[in-house]
């Protein structure tokens, strides 16, 4: 019980903090902006990104212990029960990652990178190529927020039995 509550309490973490990184926050923050503007958006990236990777490890280790549990409730019956809803999870949960790398490792890192350089009074961004990199950056944002909610929606099928 308490590892489908740790399960929950990532999810909500990680699907809240996507979406409103996508929704709310990087709105405000498109366009060109000025060097504090993009400073700003890189503190909070500095924060949002590693609570989402964060939240993203400790769903991957519940649900690998709540598939445990249901090899165990199931037996020989696991395989024909839960084959091709689990796998549909999986693939998606996959993509997610991917996607999710993507975000953090490609976009987020070079938008920080960046602006550390611009502090450092070195050259940072071009203002064309800051907006575009946060334009993709809340589309790829709410790419994940949907491919979470999706997985979700499958791990609620597959909890229900």
Do not use: C
């Not at 405000?28 to 000025?34: K, S």
């Not at 165990?72 to 839960?82: N, V």
């Not at 999870?89 to 920080?112: D, H, I, N, Q």
């Amino acid at each position: 019980m308490a590892l489908a509550a740790l399960h929950l309490l990532a999810a909500a973490l990680y699907l809240g903090g996507t979406l409103m990184l996508g929704v709310a926050i990087l709105p405000a923050f498109r366009g060109e902006g000025d060097p504090g503007r993009r400073a700003t958006l890189a503190r909070i990236l500095r924060v949002a990104h590693p609570l989402s990777l964060g939240s993203l490890g400790v769903l991957v280790l519940t649900g690998a212990g709540g598939v445990t549990g249901l090899k165990g409730a199931y037996g020989a019956q696991f395989a024909a029960r839960w084959f091709v809803p689990l796998s549909l999870k999986l693939l998606l949960v996959f993509v997610l990652l991917l996607v999710a790398s993507y975000e953090f490792f490609g976009l987020g890192l070079r938008l920080t990178r960046a602006a550390a350089r611009e502090a450092a009074g070195e050259a940072g961004l071009g203002p064309g190529v800051h907006a575009r990199l946060v334009a993709r950056l809340q589309t790829v944002a709410i790419a994940n927020g949907l491919l979470g909610a999706a997985a979700s929606l499958l791990g609620m099928l597959l909890a229900r039995g």
